[in-house]
């Protein structure tokens, strides 16, 4: 019985992929930055995390709109800016590692909504 273990994807991740998935959850700049990376050099890595953090950005844009209505609203965003940060820190740690992990509750939404994105 065979019990070696399969070769992780952080293990062929590049300097380069890792580099384009860091940058992307490093402020707007980086972002926009890692977007010019990747089209110069094209890797799985890097779209998916561009897409796990445009997915993080529009939410907080959404959760920004949703901050307008006094109380309710406030409280709301709230709740919003703390889950994205926790979930900013998951993905960037993700990145860090080189592995392709999404992000709890909606990672998995944001790969399939933004499947076209980045490729």
């Not at 926009?32 to 779209?47: D, P, S, V, W």
């Not at 959404?62 to 940060?85: C, K, M, R």
């Amino acid at each position: 019985m065979d019990t070696t273990i399969p070769p992780s994807q952080a293990a062929v991740a590049t300097a380069e992929d890792r580099t384009v998935a860091i940058l992307s959850y490093v402020t707007i700049i980086g972002f926009i930055a890692a977007i010019f990376m990747h089209l110069n050099h094209k890797t799985e890595l890097g779209a998916f995390h561009l897409r796990q953090m445009l997915g993080m950005i529009l939410t907080g844009v959404a959760g920004g709109i949703i901050g307008i209505v006094p109380i309710l609203g406030w409280l709301a965003w709230f709740l919003i800016v703390i889950g994205l940060f926790a979930l900013w820190i998951l993905g960037l740690l993700s990145a860090v590692r080189g592995d392709q992990r999404p992000v709890p509750l909606l990672g998995e939404h944001y790969q399939r909504w933004f499947a076209g994105a980045f490729n």
